[in-house]
């Protein structure tokens, strides 16, 4: 028999062996390229290696990192492309929070509600405050009494009669304005003259302080007409901003809200600074590979899954390729076979 005649007979042999064909199946489902030899696919397995080694390095990282942090957050810290986003924009929170955010922490900022009240207590303010510059010059502010007190008396000033020098309700109604004066020199009609305004500013002020007694947060942050609006705003924004990153990336998840509602700050900037100068660059080497390997397996259904994780993928992947490799040189197959040539011989496609 020639050497001919006894190639032909072994690759008979081969093609009818069931393991030579899922094997080659399994190298093609892959999405490998057909040039690529068997020879450069087996280099592929010291590519993954070097991701698997990557992924231990980044979960080393993140195991000592997650052990400050609220466990609500943990979830960021996996070894996926998702969980690589999420912690991405959890750092990206942190970084955004306002100063007053880590005192002022509390769920009632994470409701619609408080867009309303805080839209009224700026309003309240914009009326206060120029009624305050209005008054202030003639009247004793804090001692304006009620928004009754001072209709009572502008109502007896206002109808009294030409004989209201003998009645003793005008008298007290008069004295009671005169007391509101700043200073000596104005006289019963000037002060008749700022009622309304007097009246307005009471009403304003009574509306405004109801306001902080309807969230114990708010009160705490009550400093008259001094109060500054600005952080809570703030602080109502970045809450809004924990929603759209929800509902981005952390779908399902409820542990990010929770867990920023409760990692300190020292924590916080810690993880922010970790991030920067050492998480960073290893998570973008570490995408970088799992990059080329999207590339190299394009079909592989798992490397495209963002929540997969990567050592897990990575190593079913080596598993895979180690046993179809074993299997077609054990039939004798030439490492510098391309995988185009396995697919088209004869009776291969039969078999799949």
Known sequence: MSSLDADRLLQDKTLNDDSYVAAVKQLNDLGIAG??????????????????ASCQQLQTCYAEIAKGL?????????????SVEQLAALVKLIESAPADLWTLREDS???YEMDFRLAELQQQLAI???????????????????????????????????????????????????NLAAHDQLKLEDIKLLFPAMIKYVNTQERFDAL???EPILAACHQGLNTDVTPLLAIREWYKDIDFVMAEHFVGETGLLAGLSVIDKQSADKLVVEYHANLLSLINNLDNKMNKLGLSFADHQMLQQSDADYALVVTELKSTLLDAL?????????TNTCLSELCKAPNLNAKQ
């Open 109 to 111: 900022f994470n409701c």
């Open 128 to 178: 206060l405050k120029p009624l305050n510059k209005k008054l202030a010059p003639f009247v004793n502010i804090n001692t304006l009494g009620s928004t009754n007190t001072l209709q009572s008396i502008q109502c007896c000033l206002d109808n009294a009669g030409m004989f209201r020098w003998f009645s003793a309700k005008w008298r007290d109604a008069k004295q009671q304005a005169l």
């Open 70 to 82: 609220p466990t609500q957050l943990h979830t960021c810290f996996n070894n996926s492309a998702m």
């Open 35 to 52: 040039l690529m030899t068997l020879e450069a696919i087996e280099f592929q397995t010291l590519e993954i290696e070097a991701v698997l």
């Open 212 to 214: 902080f007694l309807q």
């Open 326 to 334: 074993s299997v077609l040189k054990e039939s004798g197959v030439d």
